[in-house]
Structure formats: structure tokens, C-alpha cells
């Protein structure tokens, strides 16, 4: 049972655990400060405060908005990430045909949606809900993979070049409008009409790996979940 501590006459907070407080948010409603770089850390807290009897109301910047419900853990709490805005048409086409497959939207933020999903005998939402995760995830990985390939294609492509132009010794002044945008490197690679692009691509290849990695995880996740869905699914 989660601990109840009066911090004021004014307020009440209720501690669910060493790392979670819900604090008094209007209308009976709590909010707990949280951050999560992982939609798959994030997802799973959401069906831990369910199965402790809150269902999530809302989102906001700041944190996530939570009513008492006896009924909470009777649901699946899926984070979805959307392929654009929430706001955009193209977002809200992708949420509608999710709803479709026994889903129902709790909130947006950002580019996340919300779902809650019943986890009962007769309904088989929730490995709906797995098929899609595990489809879209895919797509993102794929696109955000692809696109770092090619980015380290370009980067080895001009390498190629700079190497050809080290070895005949060949120095040019530095007349390319690129050096503007970008890390000046001239110390490493010298001062070749190439070490321009080499300085842009290997920024842009680091700036692409963080997300590379990030829907890797979550790819890898959404696979192990939809076995593990469609593996109870059976049994049933």
C-alpha cells in the first residue's frame, strides 16, 4: 500500500515510492514530477502506478496527472510514439486507426500518445497494440538507421578523397563556405578542400547515433513484448 505523509494543513501528499510523490493537483487529481528518456521506462511506470490503483488523466510539461480509480489495473498503459506532432493530421489519421483496434486514447504530448489498453479475456487489444508498437517502431529504426549509413557513407566517401589528397601533398587555401557552419579541423585532417565535408559529416554521423540507439531500444523492446503478448495470448 503506497505511504501517506502530511507535509501541511494545506497539502497532502501521498509517497508511492523512494522515487515517486503525488501531490494534490485539483479536483481530486494528483500530479508526480517525472522525467524519462526511455518510452519503454516510461511505459512500464505507467502500468506500475495502475496496478497501485491510479490511471492517468493527463500529461503536462511538467510532470503526469493521475485520478484514483479502482479500476486502474484492469488496463494496459501504452506509450506511442507518433511519426509526427500530435497535432498534425497526420498524427491524429495514425491515433484514429490505432483506436480502431480496442485502444482507447487517454492524453497527447508532444509527439507521444497515450493509451490504455483492456487487459481482459475477450479482448485481444492488447496484442493489436503490440503489432502496431512493433510496426512503427520498426519504421523508425529502420528510417533513422539508413539515415546514419548514409550520412558514414559520405563521411568515408570524402575520406577517401582527403587520404588521396594527403598522400600527394597537395595544400589549397581554404575557400569553402562550409567552415562557417561548422568545427574547424583543419589540424587533424590539414588543409585540403575535403576536410570541410569531413568536419560536417562526422558532426552529423555523432548527432545521428543518440537517436539510432534510442528507437534501437525501443525496436528491441516492442519485439520482445509483442512474443511475450501473443505468447499469453495463446494460453488463453
Not at 72 to 92: G, I, R
Not at 93 to 100: A, G, L, P
Not at 144 to 149: A, D, E, I, V
Amino acid at each position: 500500500m503506497a505511504d501517506v505523509s502530511i507535509n501541511s494543513k494545506a497539502s497532502q501528499k501521498i509517497k508511492i515510492d523512494g522515487t515517486t510523490v503525488l501531490t494534490p493537483y485539483g479536483d481530486g487529481s494528483y500530479m508526480a514530477d517525472k522525467l524519462f528518456f526511455s518510452a519503454v521506462k516510461e511505459e512500464e511506470w505507467l502500468c506500475y502506478m495502475a496496478s497501485k490503483g491510479y490511471a492517468l488523466k493527463g500529461r503536462k510539461f511538467k510532470g503526469y496527472i493521475f485520478d484514483r480509480d479502482a479500476n486502474a489495473s484492469k488496463y494496459y498503459y501504452s506509450v506511442c510514439l507518433l511519426p509526427a506532432q500530435a497535432e498534425t493530421d497526420y498524427a491524429k489519421d495514425y491515433m484514429e486507426n490505432k483506436s480502431k483496434h480496442g485502444t482507447s486514447p487517454v492524453c497527447t504530448f508532444s509527439n507521444k500518445a497515450y493509451y490504455r489498453t483492456p487487459v481482459t479475456e475477450k479482448s485481444n487489444g492488447i496484442v493489436n497494440d503490440a503489432v502496431l508498437k512493433y510496426k512503427h517502431l520498426r519504421r523508425a529504426f529502420a528510417f533513422h538507421f539508413g539515415f546514419l549509413l548514409f550520412w558514414l557513407g559520405l563521411l568515408c566517401y570524402n575520406i577517401s578523397y582527403w587520404v588521396r589528397f594527403d598522400a600527394a601533398g597537395v595544400t589549397v587555401e581554404k575557400k569553402a563556405a562550409i567552415w562557417k557552419y561548422t568545427i574547424n579541423m583543419t589540424k587533424f585532417f590539414g588543409n585540403y578542400p575535403t576536410t570541410p565535408y569531413i568536419s560536417l559529416f562526422i558532426c552529423i554521423v555523432i548527432l545521428c547515433i543518440p537517436f539510432t540507439v534510442y528507437y534501437l531500444d525501443q525496436f528491441m523492446y516492442s519485439r520482445f513484448f509483442l512474443k511475450r503478448v501473443q505468447k499469453i495470448w495463446r494460453k488463453r
